[in-house]
């Protein structure tokens, strides 16, 4: 049983999973974040973020300072790893780790992942096959290398997550719209000044999927592969995932080649990896890669499928363990999740078609907004008005159930206030 230090964490569905992970693999762990109340919002006080041995406050914003400061706790809780669910804290992971001499990624592999356009340069310099792009950050240099690629193109930040600003581009007036989105976000979420430049890439047309791994001492071993269901064009919204991915034997080699050869190329070692990846005329092209377990609830699919908890598996390779990955039988042949999206804006007043859902034993999980919530256009996937998960004996049956009971959800919404 290690004790690790928890650095931030996302809010949604893996502030959960990934605490309860830490437990389920016989850990403990403590918690440092630069705001504790970015978590507790709304939620309720069992929280399981709340069930962390030590709560620390400082500025986790600024690595210079972060890692003498983890370096002066170590001496006093002796951490055996340390991690993170959220992108934007991975970096400062890997540099306490390397600090410290714990387990996980370097910090040189973490960074190259974490942004995209040097995942790009990586892993096209070792041959592992992606779109053609190109990367700038002045307006000028932009739309030039846009008129060498070709439209259509698809535009986005470098170190942003959940898809925001994603957007597919057909002409110049698009790419400037976008790239003044862009720029006029230059702080994220987190308050961290980001990167100013921007990826175009080639539009590759075809499905998408994930490829979802575990890497321990130089060896990665693939779980398994995720569809994914997009919409919001010309955003690139997730609105449904389904594991195991409905594809050939020889579909499925070709993306986990791919995915093991991105992880290669990056030098990724000792953590759990989320690699997406779109199948187009040519084949399997790499999206990005993502050290870390999938968001969205994929997590929860691969669990109700094989038995594999991989936020647990996360906590117990940030340990140092070598985690059991074998598939044990479960009854289930898939598991699906399907997210309403929002393509109005205004209040919702109501929703029906969902009242049932408790009642349907192949929903396993659910959730739809309240009456009187503000409800926007989405433009990503950090904004969904419900979900419902499914899970079905049948491989590849999940997911049209899923998206059948989403497709059948009623949404009334009121004009919103001025």
């Known amino acids: 049983m290690g004790h690790l230090l928890m650095v931030e964490s996302w809010v949604g569905s893996m502030s959960t999973l990934l605490p309860n992970g830490l437990r ?21 006080a069992t929280h399981p973020l709340l069930g962390a041995d030590n709560i620390f406050t400082t500025e986790t914003n600024d690595a210079a300072a972060l890692v003498p400061y983890v370096r002066r706790l170590h001496e006093l809780f002796a951490f055996d790893g340390v991690l ?67 439209y259509p193109l698809v535009v986005k930040p470098v170190d942003l997550c959940g898809g925001m600003f994603v957007r597919r581009v057909d002409d110049v007036v ?57 919409s919001g064009a010309p955003a690139f919204i997730e609105a449904g995932h389904m594991f195991p991915a409905a594809v050939s034997a020889d579909e499925r080699a070709a993306l986990a080649d791919v995915a093991c050869a991105a992880i290669d190329a990056l030098g990724l070692d000792d953590t759990v990896a989320h690699t997406e990846i779109k199948c187009g005329a040519e084949g399997p092209r790499l999206i990005e890669v993502n050290p870390r377990p999938a968001g969205n609830r994929i997590t ?41 999206v929002a393509d109005r804006e205004g209040v919702l007043a109501a929703t029906s078609g969902a009242g049932h859902w408790g009642d349907d034993s192949r929903i396993v999980e659910h959730a739809v907004a309240e009456p009187g919530t503000r409800v926007r256009i989405a433009t990503d996937n950090n904004t969904y008005l419900g979900h419902v998960m499914v899970v079905d004996r049948q491989p590849g049956a999940a997911g049209v159930v899923a998206h059948g009971l989403i497709d059948a959800l009623d949404v009334e919404l009121t004009q919103a206030p001025s």
Do not use: M
């Open 300 to 340: 929860e699919l691969v669990r109700r499928v094989t038995g594999i908890d991989l936020a647990a598996v996360h906590a117990e390779v940030a340990a140092g363990g070598i985690p059991d990955v074998t598939p044990r039988p479960t009854d289930t042949g898939s598991a699906a999740i399907a997210f309403a």
């Open 24 to 44: 389920t693999a016989g850990h403990t762990f403590s918690f440092l974040t630069r705001d504790l109340g970015h978590y507790l919002r709304g939620k309720p």
């Open 174 to 230: 698009q790419l400037r719209r976008a790239f003044e989105a862009i720029a006029g976000f230059p702080v994220n979420a987190r308050g961290q000044l980001r990167a100013p430049q921007i990826l175009i890439e080639e539009c590759v047309h075809g499905p998408e999927y994930s490829v979802e791994t575990v890497t321990v001492r130089g060896q990665t071993t693939v779980v398994g592969v995720t569809d994914k269901q997009l």
């Open 84 to 150: 993170s669910s959220c992108d934007y804290y991975l970096p400062a992971v890997a540099a306490i780790a390397e600090d410290l001499g714990l387990p996980g990624p370097s910090r040189e592999a973490v960074d190259a992942a974490c942004r995209k356009d040097r995942t790009r340069a990586v892993c096209e310099a070792a041959g592992v096959p992606g779109p053609s792009f190109a990367v700038a950050q002045h307006w000028d240099e932009l739309s030039g290398a846009a008129r060498e690629l070709g």
